[in-house]
């Protein structure tokens, strides 16, 4: 499936914090609600500027701290089509590979704010079609994309009624 | 082929020869959820059918992180959770009864098991000789029904500390040292061993502050080996036939090997907004802090009030600074009790609050106002943790906090500790 969309730059070391900030705890049971503050702690105009199907584009470590699957899951019904970063924190990207919210691990310097980009996550290449280049990506693990393509791991899990990963 | 902590306990849960980089699905023993997370990985399972705990008593739903509930949306949240327990058998830990991590470790996980939280501070338990690691709801929810969770095997870091501490410096100044030196994605995949002298010589209070904070360099678990120390903790928490002796071959693989000599350490503070920005206390001049707080799964123990305890007696807080203590379970605060270590804080001019996780979150009890300075002892000082993305976090031990309670700035705790605690 290839994804069009445009970039939004955020920069290294974006927390869950920022994405899905405390103060905004009580609304991690209205996710829809919570999705209109997505990353406000970062660029408090984000959420209202971004469009259906643009793509979130970071440094290193994207995600870092908490284990809270609401940062992931507000950002996909944000309606963001995938996240890119040099690097994930470990549990952001547990998390959103289990509710089937793509991840692109890729050079991001390679992108500027606004940019154009066609998303190819078959064949692994990120399309910049502002600036004409293509832009690899480091592929999943194997276990991650049986996920991924199962629509995340709940979904896994009513299909098979196990695991069936390895 | 010699074996890491992690390779080994994964390997038998697995029922298989594993190496670093080997994916497999194995068993878990403990299951934890939160009332930040466990509302959610309820609402996941339900979805698909699976509203059902495999091991219900040793599965624990934990109401900390806002206890008591500040709103009605989190009072539901907390029902959820409840008639969960309820329906399936499992254990809920009330209001009031503690931090989750600190709770696991005091009475569910041992040496040698897998325990998986939703709560990335879940690595805690890995002092213990455990396999501990935070996951998301979803991760959480199907080790809870069904009892598994696929896990890939990460290369382990291993971290060397020997020497003593200087009078004033701790586990916690150690670990912010750590996380300066590696960066706060240093561990990012990968897991920490700790060994060496000076953990080999440690508290389990100190031990747990160590692998509390394993996340915090990205690491999947923060592991220490299993010795007479836990054993000695296990007996003191009543379950001393728990013990298991649990310690990586001397032949395993290390994917690399960082030596700290922990005579050189001074007391280490972490400034805005990251973890590994982190400075020695001599080097801060004139921060003033608005806030002191003492508490947490990091530095919440009877040890560390002790230690603060020590410093405020017979003092005041500064009139300028607010302090807020919050002992990290209810058997902490019950403890703290019984030695007046509570009277010295009231007496000096502190807040306690319901053990928990208190203001660490920002949810509730002690949100920072704008361009207001907190200085804590726990263990995230991300731009907004607490409760507003104006406010600046400095993270410390609790030696440093309760100290700098009395002077009003961020000040050196060695002008008033004097002898070596462990």
Known sequence: ???????????????TDHIAPGRLFHLRSNLPEFAKHVLEDADSQFAKNMSLGDFIVAGSNFGLGSSREHAPQIIKIAGINAVMAKSFARIFFRNAINIGLPLVECNTDLINQGDELELNLENGVVKNLTQNSDIKITPLPD?????????GLAKHIEKYGDFKLI | MGKTIIEKIIG?????????????????????????TGPLTIEEIKKIGLEQAKNPLRTILFIDHAAPSPRKELSNSHKIMREFAKKTGSILSEVGEGV?????????????????????????SGALGAFATGMGSTDVGIAIALGKVWLKIPETIKIIVNNEFQPGVYAKDLILHLIGLIGADGATYKALEFTGKTIKNMSMSNRFTLSNMAVEAGAKAGLIESDEITEKYLISRGRGEKFKKIKADNDAIYEKVIEIDASKLKPTISCPHTVDNTTTVDKLKDVKVDQVFIGTCTNGR????RVAASILKGKKVNPGTRLLVVPASKNVFSQALKEELIDIFVEAGAVIMTPGCGPCVGVHCGILGDDEVCLATQNRNF??????????????????????AITGYISDPRQVIKSVAV
Request: with cysteine.
């Open chain 1, 1 to 15: 499936m290839i994804k069009k969309g445009k970039a939004w730059k955020f920069g290294n070391d974006i927390s």
């Open chain 1, 143 to 151: 276990v991650m994309i049986k996920i991924l393509n199962d629509g």
């Open chain 2, 12 to 36: 038998e849960y697995s029922n298989k020869d594993v190496i670093a980089g080997d994916f497999v699905v194995a068993k878990v023993d403990v299951t934890a959820v939160q009332d930040g």
């Open chain 2, 100 to 124: 989750c991590h600190q709770r696991l470790a005091e009475d569910y996980v041992n040496p040698g098991e897998i325990l998986i939280g939703a709560d990335s501070h879940t690595c805690t």
């Open chain 2, 302 to 305: 009877i040890e560390d009030l």
């Open chain 2, 383 to 404: 731009q907004g943790r607490m409760g507003n993305p104006k406010g600046y976090i400095y993270l410390s031990s609790p030696a440093t906090a309760a100290y700098s």
